[in-house]
């Protein structure tokens, strides 16, 4: 078995979708970026969302912050772009140095802005089921199966992984697509067990190859969100891919998967965000 689902193609469809929209819009769309420190996985990212904005005719602007920015000095940077009318997103990069209390700053963008999804209130919106602005990698994930034809509704999906960004959304938007699912850490005892009742297998872990081909129940749906470099600087995900695409009906690669489709979904809620300010 094994049939690759191209994050990297759909997010280049999407992306020409996007760029026709936004030269028929009045306002232009505006995408602020602040990155704090040097963090060199950070700057690609950042490279990648600034290249990206322009490609689609979104006006993109980098804030490049030193590593010794205080957390009161980002925190007034944040304050000047909520009231800028120019920039219909504000996104800070993370992670942020450890000296900066990163809850404090997400707190501190205008809801309204936070094309991330991260701040507290678009959380609280996810979790009671209300429109809102989404967290982009469980967004993208979720338009990835929409587009393959995965059906979600009554399946068993399992999340390996809790984190804010990925795993907790990513429970709520299979939730709200009536999936059951169940959500699983590094401390969840035979974790083998549970992610082999999986008909979607989600994998946020952060630890390369951590699922092989024996954690995957045959013909499942398997998305790889990890991104880990190896001793030799090889970018590999969480998944052992090779084994793994043997065994699953549909998976996602790492590079090429579920990345280019966060930085997609960034761009599509910048528009959302701009077009309700157009005529
Ligand atoms: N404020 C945010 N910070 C972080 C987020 C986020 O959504 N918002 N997510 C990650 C990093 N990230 C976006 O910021 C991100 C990571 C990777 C990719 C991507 O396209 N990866 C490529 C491979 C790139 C490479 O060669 O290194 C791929 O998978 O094909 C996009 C976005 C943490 N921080």
């Known amino acids: 078995m094994g049939n690759k689902i191209s994050g990297r193609k759909l997010a280049d469809?999407?992306?020409?979708?996007?760029?026709?929209?936004?030269?028929?819009?009045?306002?232009?769309?505006?995408?602020v970026v602040i990155i704090v420190g040097e963090n060199k996985a950070s700057q690609t990212y950042v490279r990648n969302k600034e290249r990206t904005a322009e490609k689609i005719g979104i006006n993109s602007k980098i804030e490049r912050l030193?590593?010794?920015?205080?957390?009161?000095?980002?925190?007034?940077?944040?304050?000047?772009?909520?009231?800028?009318?120019?920039?219909?997103?504000?996104?800070?990069?993370?992670?942020?140095?450890?000296?900066?209390?990163?809850?404090?700053?997400?707190?501190?963008?205008?809801?309204?802005?936070?094309?991330?999804?991260?701040?507290?209130?678009?959380?609280?919106?996810?979790?009671?089921?209300?429109?809102?602005?989404?967290?982009?990698?469980?967004?993208?994930?979720?338009?990835?199966?929409?587009?393959?034809?995965?059906?979600?509704?009554?399946?068993?999906?399992?999340?390996?992984?809790?984190?804010?960004?990925v795993g907790k959304p990513m429970m709520h938007l299979l939730l709200r697509e009536d999936a059951t699912v169940t959500v699983t850490h590094s401390k969840t005892v035979n974790l083998k067990?549970?992610?082999?009742?999986?008909?979607?297998?989600?994998?946020?872990?952060?630890?390369?190859?951590?699922?092989?081909?024996?954690?995957i129940k045959p013909g499942a749906v398997v998305v790889d969100v990890g991104m880990n470099h190896t001793a030799e600087g090889k970018l590999i995900g969480d998944v052992e891919f090779e084994t793994a695409q043997e065994v699953a009906s549909l998976i996602t690669p790492v590079p090429g998967g579920v990345g280019p489709m966060t930085i997609t979904m960034l761009m599509e809620q910048t528009i959302s965000n701009a077009r309700k300010k157009d005529k």
Request: glycine share 8%.
């Open 66 to 165: 030193p590593e010794t920015t205080t957390e009161e000095d980002l925190l007034s940077l944040i304050a000047q772009y909520n009231q800028d009318e120019q920039f219909h997103g504000i996104l800070v990069q993370l992670p942020l140095p450890e000296h900066i209390d990163e809850q404090r700053v997400l707190l501190a963008i205008d809801p309204d802005k936070d094309v991330d999804g991260f701040h507290p209130l678009n959380v609280g919106k996810l979790l009671t089921g209300q429109p809102g602005l989404l967290p982009c990698t469980p967004y993208g994930i979720i338009k990835m199966l929409q587009a393959s034809g995965v059906e979600m509704a009554g399946k068993q999906a399992v999340v390996v992984g809790r984190s804010n960004i």
């Open 193 to 215: 067990e549970i992610t082999r009742q999986a008909d979607i297998l989600i994998v946020a872990i952060g630890r390369g190859h951590f699922i092989k081909a024996d954690h």
């Open 13 to 31: 469809e999407m992306q020409l979708e996007m760029a026709a929209e936004v030269s028929a819009m009045t306002v232009k769309p505006g995408l």
